[in-house]
């Protein structure tokens, strides 16, 4: 058991630019979960992924924003036209069922100038 | 609306000095009470699920216990090492039922030598 893991670590991006992130969650894990967090605050929900289907978005999931996790494995976070405001930390959770714990990766930290 | 506030946002403590820490939760149905460690840079560290009012867990110098309005997390003779920031989270039943957690803003503890 390797954990989640996240990459890149860490993103600069100028402002218009797309973005892409990838999360690989614990291999028995089939929920998954993203999360964004910002300095001095706690971790806030984007969206939920069961196996391959996102069954869930948050409204802060704007329509630049776009998630996949094709075949049920590894999953996708991307940001289209950056803006100053996504600078943040991109979190990625895995969980085996709905109630247990969930898992975290590393983070992708963005910044987007 | 299912919110989660932590006390104090900031505490230092001498090494040996224990206290607690607070989280006070609003929520349609709590599934279960979360306790998360977070170093600097780092993504959330799973330390406690707490299910119902009257649970307890422990893990080394940590102490986590439930009510129906808040939890506790106490901290006994913490030592430098201890030094982090403590995140609460709910996760709610709901017609969703996605798992996804909320959290509060976090605790930052310091514990000096």
């Known amino acids: 058991d390797t954990g989640v893991s996240q990459n890149p670590r860490h993103k600069i991006t100028k402002r218009g630019q797309n973005v892409t992130f990838r999360c690989d969650p614990i291999s028995e894990h089939n929920r998954l979960y993203w999360y964004r967090q910002t300095l001095g605050q706690g971790p806030e929900f984007l969206t939920y992924?069961?196996?391959?289907?996102?069954?869930?978005k948050s409204r802060l999931l704007s329509d630049r924003f776009s998630a996949e996790r094709p075949k049920g494995s590894f999953s996708t976070l991307e940001i289209q036209r950056t803006e100053q405001g996504d600078s943040a930390m991109y979190l990625c959770?895995?969980?085996?069922?709905?109630?247990?714990?969930?898992?975290f990766g590393p983070g992708t930290r963005l910044t987007v100038t | 609306e299912d919110q989660v506030t932590q006390s104090p946002e900031a505490l230092r403590l001498q090494e040996g000095e224990s206290s607690s820490l607070n989280c006070s939760y609003t929520v349609s149905g709590l599934r279960g009470l979360f306790w998360y460690r977070q170093d600097p840079g780092k993504g959330p560290e799973f330390l406690f699920t707490?299910?119902?009012a009257g649970e307890e867990k422990e893990k080394e110098r940590l102490k986590a216990t439930l009510t129906k309005k808040e939890s506790f997390l106490h901290i006994t003779a913490p030592k430098p090492e201890d030094s982090a920031t403590y995140l609460c989270?709910?996760?709610?039943?709901?017609?969703?039922?996605?798992?996804?957690?909320?959290f509060g803003q976090g605790t930052t503890l310091q514990v000096k030598p």
């Open positions: 707490l299910y119902s």
């Open positions: 959770a895995s969980s085996q069922k709905t109630g247990d714990e969930q898992y």
């Open positions: 992924f069961q196996n391959e289907a996102q069954l869930e």
């Open positions: 989270a709910v996760q709610a039943w709901g017609s969703s039922n996605t798992g996804k957690l909320i």
